[in-house]
């Protein structure tokens, strides 16, 4: 199985601060992965795909980038509504494996 | 715009059985990857099996020969059957449609599976 670890596992930080996760795979995977954004009581939403697309509606102000086995997801102005988790997933092979999850929670 | 509705889920004793439900819209499940996730803060978000559009269907090691997954095309369902359920199987499990092999795009609002010993 690919391991996928992220850090850091909480991140402090103000409104309008720029922040980035980083996501590393235990072997390469190409380009394959997505980024979820996660708020207690509901489900995962994606956010990015295919290391830097973003989906549909999700503000420009998120921007993922990476290749290989090194992945980050950027936040360049942090807004109130972005504090909740974040998670990584590899989508390069089964069993498709998550990140452990980054906690952005306000300074 | 897909949506995804789960049913099913509860407190079971363990060695118990359990059936979770995903009733699709918007999409058909025959046509997609379908994927069912659990979720606990010891472990986080954890893969558990896919229903692929052929009808193979693919198992966490964790929980091979005692959960099934299966749809029902005329319901737009997916379920997943869960039989021998131990305490560690507790979690909230999530369906999920994976869209073209990539990242999943459309999820249920989960639901609490507790399983007592």
């Known amino acids: 199985d690919i391991q996928m670890t992220q850090s850091p596992s909480t991140l402090s930080a103000s409104v309008g601060d720029r922040i980035t996760i980083t996501c590393r795979a235990s072997?390469?995977?190409?380009?394959?992965l997505a980024w979820f954004q996660q708020k207690p009581g509901k489900a995962p939403k994606v956010m990015i795909y295919?290391?830097?697309y973003l989906e549909s509606g999700v503000p420009s102000r998120f921007s993922g980038s990476g290749s290989g086995t090194e992945f980050t997801l950027t936040i360049s102005s942090l807004q109130p509504d972005d504090f909740a988790s974040y998670y990584c997933?590899?989508?390069?092979?089964?069993?498709?494996?998550f990140g452990q999850g980054t906690m952005v929670e306000i300074k | 715009e897909g949506q995804l509705v789960q049913s099913g889920g509860g407190l079971v004793q363990s060695g118990g059985s359990l059936r979770l439900s995903c009733a699709a819209s918007?999409?058909?499940?025959?046509?997609?990857?379908m994927t069912w996730i659990r979720q606990t803060p010891e472990k986080g978000l954890e893969w558990v099996s896919l229903?692929?559009?052929?009808?193979?269907?693919y198992y966490a090691d964790s929980v091979t020969g005692r959960f099934t997954i299966s749809r029902d095309n005329s319901k737009n369902t997916v379920f997943l059957h869960m039989d021998s359920l131990r305490a560690d199987d507790t979690a909230v499990y999530f369906c999920?449609?994976?869209?073209?092999?990539?990242?999943?795009?459309?999820w249920g609002q989960g639901t609490l599976v507790t399983v007592s010993s």
């Open positions: 999920a449609r994976e869209h073209n092999s990539a990242a999943f795009d459309y």
């Open positions: 072997q390469s995977i190409g380009s394959r």
């Open positions: 997933q590899q989508y390069n092979s089964y069993p498709r494996t």
């Open positions: 295919k290391t830097s």
């Open positions: 229903l692929d559009s052929g009808g193979s269907a």
């Open positions: 918007g999409f058909s499940v025959t046509n997609n990857y």
